[in-house]
């Protein structure tokens, strides 16, 4: 073979399998290029005002902010990094999932006290769902049948029909719920409690809650553990919860909700993604502008990377 084909197919196959994450930076309002394996911050992209949620289209050709202050999703081109569109995303979005049919996109509109359902062809709002006080966390089941949403001051979980784009059922929670995230096997329901510091299973049949942990971690005033980030592994035996300004990420043994072991990692640690292959979990930690590179298999922290002011949301293609 050509040595210099041979050259390029190596560059051109670490090039293609390296993870790459996209960080929302809320105080730069940029958002951070990163490899994954490396650690090696590769670019910082201006955005618009505050942006925080962060997600990919189905085919991962898109990448879509939340651009808070805007009051706007932004519609990125990932190859070229460039905005190449905005959604109309209500006032105040924040987080925000894509249904697994990859038409609907549904927005929490903290201000407004309502979920914000976009089609993402037509790129029109097709519903506006009235919820409880200061909406924050989205999660969609994988079989699509159920979105929740969980709102701060309600301290509720909605359930809703995506097929009627209606709420069907509440869950009262602990005080301050803020993200949610479903089992694989789509059984359970996860949800973080900021203020109660805790995380409630809610079997997702009955919508009742079945069991809580309340973390406690040595030498940490009780106040600062503040549950935030929820991230189940595919092989839904462990979970991972953000634990706020603890600056620890907590392992979890999901059929026993209970505590295996306590990261630490970065300052004000907020959200959770996994590196394609699983092997690395990656952290945005606000207060400390890093991110935390965890060994999925050691569950051990091996590296904190600068990214800029005030990451929040991660993505990883």
């Not at 903290?110 to 009235?130: G, M, R, S, W, Y």
């Not at 993200?179 to 919508?207: M, W």
């Not at 009780?222 to 919860?241: C, D, T």
């Amino acid at each position: 073979m050509n040595k210099y084909l041979f050259a390029f197919l190596i560059i051109f196959s670490t090039v293609s399998f390296a993870d790459t994450l996209y960080i929302t930076l809320e105080k730069d309002n940029a958002l951070a290029v990163v490899n994954g394996e490396t650690g090696q911050l590769l670019q910082t992209v201006p955005l618009g005002q505050r942006p925080r949620g962060v997600a990919f289209n189905n085919d991962k050709t898109q990448l879509y902010v939340a651009a808070s202050d805007d009051d706007t999703i932004q519609v990125i081109d990932t190859a070229s990094l460039k905005v190449v569109g905005e959604l109309p995303s209500g006032d105040d979005p924040e987080l925000f999932k894509i249904h697994p049919n990859g038409l609907w996109l549904y927005v929490s509109n903290e201000d407004d006290n309502i979920v914000t359902v976009i089609d993402l062809q037509t790129k029109n709002v097709i519903a506006e769902i009235p919820v409880g006080v200061e909406p924050e966390g989205i999660a969609v089941s994988l079989d699509g049948k159920w979105v929740v949403n969980t709102s701060e001051t309600t301290n509720m979980v909605h359930w809703i029909d995506p097929k009627e784009q209606t709420i069907k059922e509440n869950t009262l929670v602990d005080s301050r719920p803020r993200a949610a995230e479903f089992s694989v096997d789509g059984q359970a329901l996860f949800v973080s409690s900021e203020i109660a510091g805790s995380l409630s299973r809610i079997n997702v049949s009955t919508k009742q809650i079945v069991s809580k942990v309340q973390f406690e971690i040595a030498g940490v005033d009780k106040a600062l553990i503040q549950p935030v980030g929820v991230l189940a592994h595919p092989n839904n035996k462990f979970l991972f919860v953000a634990l706020g300004p603890a600056n620890r990420v907590a392992v979890l043994d999901i059929e026993t909700m209970t505590v295996i072991k306590y990261l630490l990692v970065g300052q004000r640690v907020w959200n959770l993604a996994f590196s394609p292959d699983l092997k690395r979990l990656y952290t945005t930690n606000g207060a400390s502008n890093d991110i935390s590179i965890i060994d999925v298999e050691t569950l051990t922290v091996t590296k904190s990377v600068r990214v800029g002011r005030y990451p929040w949301g991660i993505a990883v293609k």
